[in-house]
């Protein structure tokens, strides 16, 4: 089966066609400035040439019809008609209480996403946007699948996800902890439990997802029971932008001290915060691990604040599970940076975590970074959310 797997945002849509069962990507690119011009870059994986130009794209549907075009033309394509693409497999950013798994996408579903726009005001509205233009292109008997960023999380007891304000605000609005990044943490949890060779219901597990955005979750059994992003993905650990936990308090100081309305605040604790805002030197850990080696102290800070977060996040989760088995070290940084993964191992001794230096150094495959002594094991898994989103979608079509 081949999946067309879409990640639409407001004017962007990213997209790859893979198979599932065998795990091969044909193709993958990126349509950009969907409604401000247009861009597509499309890469065939069989040794045609890449497309990168500017094209006319006024709409997401355009986007698509133009994705469809490459993906099938002489000179770039992967498949010899459209025919060849059993079905879509749509990334959701919010599926708040409604979706506790990925589901094949009908008139009622489209409504319930609908209704989660207010909990995403940016994201679901785009990738609504995205499923209306493959039904328009594609037509209506091309399955499509939506796979939740917030699924996985719906798991979590009410202990974990109750947020300690008026109890009305739940019971009314729904405003709780969610949690996101749920496809990843789930994709490596799987992986996994195949590396350590146990069943998934047997283990727990803690799974640190470091990249530009970051969060970690306490899986006990294959189910998330904690994980650190909360209502929106603001919350947290710090990360490359974006502030993490911060007290309300300080945000209403700031508020009136320089006269920043919500959304110029809200600017504020998204783009300019985390390990950028500490540093003043950029968001992107290379440039953090480079300043700090030529002795910049506050570059030296914010990686210090981040590891530091890292570390007692998963003895949190380590005490809500009342154990860990093996820790995952996922994503941009997770997957690439051995300085953090060692940095941040170090506050874990005391669980009997001992690092490989050896296995640490190395990059790019699934590996076991622990010392044969290591109470428990750390793990490097590579994420794939887009693997995952074809394997839902082929098992829900399949069905
Ligand atoms: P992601 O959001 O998962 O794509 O991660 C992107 C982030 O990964 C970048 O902003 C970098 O901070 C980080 N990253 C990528 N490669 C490296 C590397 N070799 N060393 C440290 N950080 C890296």
């Known amino acids: 089966m081949k999946v067309l797997v879409i990640n639409a945002g407001s004017s962007s849509l990213k997209y790859q066609l893979i198979d599932p069962a065998t795990e091969e990507v044909f193709a993958k690119g990126l349509c950009e400035r969907i409604g401000i011009g247009g861009h597509l870059k499309h890469t065939p994986l069989n040794g045609k040439p890449v497309f990168d130009e500017d094209i006319d794209l006024p709409t997401h549907n355009e986007a698509i019809a133009a994705v469809l075009d490459k993906m099938t033309s002489e000179a770039y394509g992967v498949v010899a008609s459209m025919k060849e693409i059993d079905a879509v497999g749509h990334r959701v950013v919010h599926g708040g209480e409604s979706f506790a798994s990925s589901v094949l996408i009908t008139d009622e579903v489209m409504k319930a996403i609908e209704d989660c726009i207010p909990f995403a005001p940016l994201h679901n509205p785009a990738n609504l946007t995205g499923i209306n233009a493959c039904t328009e292109v594609m037509g209506k008997d091309v399955p499509q699948v939506a796979v939740f960023d917030t699924s996985f999380h719906q798991t979590m007891p009410a202990k974990a996800y109750t947020y300690a304000i008026p109890h009305e605000y739940y019971d009314n609005d729904k405003i709780r902890r969610y949690g996101f990044h749920g496809t990843s943490h789930r994709y490596v949890s799987g992986r996994a439990a195949e590396m350590l060779g146990k069943p998934i219901e047997e283990l727990k597990l803690i799974s640190c997802h ?24 603001l919350v947290g650990l710090p990360m490359g932008t974006r502030c993490g936990q911060l007290d309300t308090g300080a945000v209403q100081f700031i508020m009136n001290k320089y006269g920043f309305n919500i959304d ?26 480079n300043a700090a080696a030529d002795g910049n102290d506050r570059a030296a800070l914010a990686l210090d604040v981040f590891n530091y977060w890292v570390a007692k996040t998963v003895g949190g989760y380590t005490a809500a599970m009342n154990g860990v088995d093996a820790i995952i070290f996922t994503a941009g940084v997770g997957e690439n940076s051995a300085s953090t993964r060692a940095a941040i191992c170090e506050y ?22 622990s010392t044969a002594d290591s109470k428990v094991k ?14 839902d979608t082929a098992e829900i079509v399949g069905k």
Do not use: H
């Open 264 to 289: 110029e605040m809200l600017n504020i604790l998204n783009k300019k915060s985390g390990v950028l805002g500490i540093s003043g030197v950029s968001s992107d850990f290379r440039d953090l691990d």
């Open 348 to 369: 874990l001794g005391y669980l009997g975590c001992s690092v490989d230096a050896e296995q640490n150094s190395k990059r790019g495959e699934d590996l076991v970074i």
């Open 378 to 391: 750390l793990l490097v898994i590579p994420t794939n959310e887009e693997l995952m989103i074809a394997m």
């Open 210 to 233: 470091m990249g530009n955005g970051s969060s970690i979750c306490a899986i006990e059994g294959g189910k998330s029971v904690d994980t650190s992003m909360g209502f929106t993905p």
